[in-house]
């Protein structure tokens, strides 16, 4: 099932977020519409966050779809290693419009769970690397305009404002 994906501005993105105690058909359930709603987005990847629920989950696909292998879905997660820098444009689904330079690690090993509760190990470099931190942000509370200093961040957040007032956003 697809569901709403939150905006920034919304209070549920700001919530911390628990981690999962045990793999029920409902927490299957909201993985399958996690990964529905971010290819139908279409996105990259989405956390928990996202569409209202305060659990520590991300999906994430950077083939966007054409390589099953590229799918994961990540339980608790918590970085392992991360090592060096990148400076790419960013997105986010919750932040429709919008794009900034932010800098990320180069390298990242994240370990977690798998939806069937095994342990997992993900280790990406470049766009990967950047989705998974992007997503793990999204379970601390942190939207990629978090990490960005003053016009640049300004710029967006003046933008949205006109939005809301607009009813637009
Ligand atoms: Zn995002």
């Known amino acids: 099932m697809l569901r709403p994906i939150l905006r920034y501005g919304d209070s549920i993105l700001s919530d911390p977020t628990r981690p999962v105690d045990a793999i029920t058909p409902e927490i ?21 966050p996202q569409i209202g629920v305060s659990l520590k989950i991300f999906v994430i696909d950077v083939s966007l779809g054409k390589d099953p292998a590229s799918l994961h879905a990540m339980i608790n997660p918590e970085f392992v290693e991360r090592d060096g820098m ?17 800098a990320r ?5 994240l370990k977690g769970l798998t939806r069937h509760g095994e342990a997992h190990t993900l280790a990406g470099t470049g766009l990967l690397a950047r989705a998974l931190q992007h997503e793990m942000d999204h379970l601390h509370q942190c939207l990629f305009v978090d990490r960005l200093r003053g016009i640049s961040r300004d710029l967006i957040i003046r933008k949205i404002k006109k939005l809301q007032k607009a009813g637009k956003w």
């Open 28 to 48: 299957e359930t909201l993985i399958d519409d996690m990964i529905e709603t971010m290819y139908a987005a279409p996105g990259i990847g989405l956390a928990a």
């Open 86 to 102: 990148q400076l790419e444009e960013e997105g986010c689904l919750s932040l429709p419009g919008f794009t900034a330079t932010v």
């Open 105 to 109: 690690p180069k390298r990242v090993v």
